[in-house]
T-cell receptor
Framework: KQEVTQIPAALSVPEGENLVLNCSFTDSAIYNLQWFRQDPGKGLTSLLL?????REQTSGRLNASLDKSSGRSTLYIAASQPGDSATYLCAVNTGGGNKLTFGTGTQLKVEL | EAQVTQNPRYLITVTGKKLTVTCSQNMNHEYMSWYRQDPGLGLRQIYY???????DKGDVPEGYKVSRKEKRNFPLILESPSPNQTSLYFC????????????FGPGTRLTVT
């Protein structure tokens, strides 16, 4: 059974700092991995999608990497801003009805 | 604007009173699914549909029903809600092929008393 772990559960950093969020999964047989952002009272916003054949994806200040063989992904956020404060979720797609298996998230707070 | 919509966004109901949460997408996606989110448990899949009239159980289907009569709609039905179904519910959609990203609705917060 696929299990996804995100460490740390919570993180507080000063504005401007570069930071890394970690995601690990137990079964390397994945089709893709997706990073989401969740704001309080709002839905999930897709940030990046990495296919199993890819090593990384970039969007603006965000860079996500994938090491499928070791079951790890990282989300790098450059020059963090208070508006980046949210919960970040990673999810792996192992097929089987296109199901996403989610981690429990990292709650990020960027302080002025 | 491409989006997944859910209604209602907030709902408080009593045990046993049937309810339906609607989900609609305007992206012509074949795949739709429902998840629930609970503290400490993350998001778990309830049901999914690969296309019209094709539905299947996810990880936590007990107490829920779904139907997919139209491509754009995928309602979640709780025929006899119980307090353990108090949760935050999300609908998602995507292209059927596994390579495509999934889009989520804004969520429905359900409280069953």
């Amino acid at each position: 059974k696929q299990e996804v772990t995100q460490i740390p559960a919570a993180l507080s950093v000063p504005e401007g700092e570069n930071l890394v969020l970690n995601c690990s999964f137990t079964d390397s047989a994945i089709y893709n991995l997706q990073w989401f952002r969740q704001d309080p009272g709002k839905g999930l916003t897709s940030l990046l999608l990495i296919q199993s054949s890819q090593r990384e994806q970039t969007s603006g200040r965000l860079n996500a990497s994938l090491d499928k063989s070791s079951g790890r992904s990282t989300l790098y956020i450059a020059a963090s801003q208070p508006g980046d404060s949210a919960t970040y979720l990673c999810a792996v797609n192992t097929g089987g009805g296109n199901k996403l298996t989610f981690g429990t998230g990292t709650q990020l707070k960027v302080e002025l | 604007e491409a989006q997944v919509t859910q209604n209602p966004r907030y709902l408080i109901t009593v045990t046993g009173k049937k309810l339906t949460v609607t989900c609609s997408q305007n992206m012509n996606h074949e795949y739709m699914s429902w998840y629930r989110q609970d503290p400490g448990l993350g998001l778990r899949q309830i049901y999914y549909s690969m296309n019209v009239e094709v539905t299947d159980k996810g990880d936590v289907p007990e107490g829920y029903k779904v139907s997919r009569k139209e491509k754009r709609n995928f309602p979640l039905i709780l025929e006899s809600p119980s307090p353990n179904q108090t949760s935050l519910y999300f609908c998602a959609s995507s292209r059927r092929e596994l390579a495509y990203e999934q889009y989520f609705g804004p969520g429905t917060r359900l409280t069953v008393t």
